[in-house]
């Protein structure tokens, strides 16, 4: 099963998704809320993400869901210090709507690169249509 | 005896941090008001954590890196972690460094930071004072200037660089919410590289 790492610079809001996503999910035990530092702090940390990435593979690979600026750089940051060892990326998408599509597409045993489009295609989604 | 390497690694981060809450004001008025702090608690832990001793300035360059990617949080994290490892690398096995090194150093750091940031110069970021600082510090070099003089150019380009970053818009990071109302302002990464070149020339010229 595809891993799902959902990076805030908070804890609360990626704990937060983390809820939303797992009502829609509960038999999946590969999301991970990587938000904050590590001392509960707001912020991004690289070393963070890079365990919850490691922590959420199954051999499947990992999709990361990253909210403002710094949270993208620090999973880029991760990813690359992963090397090649775990397929990852990083999708393109809002945190919160991608973070929900992407843990229902991976427990339908979709693969990384589904998984990653469903999460995208959370950014055109209209909300009043 | 602590090593130079450590000492303007010192020098670096005593600025930063003596200049903490200035440097959260300016992020205050463009962005989340955290830039002062963030860069000062890295910079605590990386004086705490680096080998007082040791002249390896690859490897004191590359542990400063890592300490700041993880202790920073903000995007600062990421753009200097990445700024000082990919220093780290240029100098890696070194003791002692050239005018040129300067150079290679130079390059190494903007391409990391463009890399990390997806920044060109103009878009109100630390390349607006680290871009102008080295292509001053590379003519100078190249035009057979002291080291002195060269330290003196690349500041002054630094400092009319982060003067440049009052008059234009953020297109990137948090500042770019603002759109308009980031004029004005100076940005407050420019101002911390500018802070970091500053202490390498005052480290330096001694």
Redesign the interface.
Known sequence: MVGIVIVSHSVKVAEGIYDLAMEMASENEHIIAAGGMESGAIGTDAFRIMSAIKAADTGDGVAVLADLGSGIMSAEMAIEMLGDNINVRIADAPVLEGAISAAVTSTSGASLDEVIAAAEEARNTSKLS | MSSKIYDCIEMIGNRIIENKDFLTELDREIGDA?HGI?MARGFTEVLAILPKDSDNIGDLLKKTGMTL???????????Y??AYMQAGKVCAGKTALTAQDGKAVFEAVIAGIQK??KAVKGEKTMLDAIIPAFEAYSAAVDSGASVNDALDAMCKAAEEGVEYTKTIIATK??ASYLGERSIGHQDPGATSATYTMQAVRDFIKG
């Open positions: 955290d963030n990617l993880s202790k920073v949080g903000g995007a600062s994290g990421p753009l972690g990445t990390r940031g990071g948090r």
